[in-house]
């Protein structure tokens, strides 16, 4: 089983860039497919993007479209997000998932779980 781990969350202004990682170890990553999603306080966690196990299929929430992309490199077992002109709601915890399918927006269909990593936009 894969063992995802979130990195790169950190404090950020409005309209910065952060790109976040997520290390999946203890498994065969590139049967994977992958995703991120996000909770805010007080709120249910949140679909942000699923990329298929080749990287060819993706997929995004509405609410992040054209700002963030997602992105694999399956020889360092590792996935991406990028994420451009970032907003005050966007603030949130991160999580990275691993999936036997493409789940998109399924958080059930994602049985590996990373811990999260904070990121917080002021405004």
């Known amino acids: 089983q894969v063992q995802p781990v979130e990195s790169g969350g950190r404090l950020v202004q409005a309209g910065d860039s952060l790109r976040l990682s997520c290390a999946a170890s203890?498994?065969?990553?590139?049967?994977?497919?992958m995703g991120w999603f996000r909770q805010s306080q007080g709120k249910e966690r949140e679909y942000v993007a699923a990329?298929?196990?080749?990287?060819?299929?993706?997929d995004y929430a509405d609410s992040v479209k054209g700002r963030f992309t997602i992105s694999r490199d399956n020889a360092k077992n590792m996935v991406f997000l990028q994420m451009n002109s970032l907003k005050p709601e966007d603030t949130a915890v991160y999580y990275c998932?691993?999936?036997?399918?493409?789940?998109?927006?399924?958080?059930?269909?994602?049985?590996?779980w990373g811990q999260g990593t904070q990121v917080t936009v002021s405004s």
């Open positions: 998932a691993a999936s036997p399918s493409f789940a998109t927006s399924f958080a059930s269909l994602y049985g590996y």
């Open positions: 203890g498994g065969t990553f590139n049967v994977y497919h």
């Open positions: 990329i298929s196990v080749s990287g060819d299929e993706k």
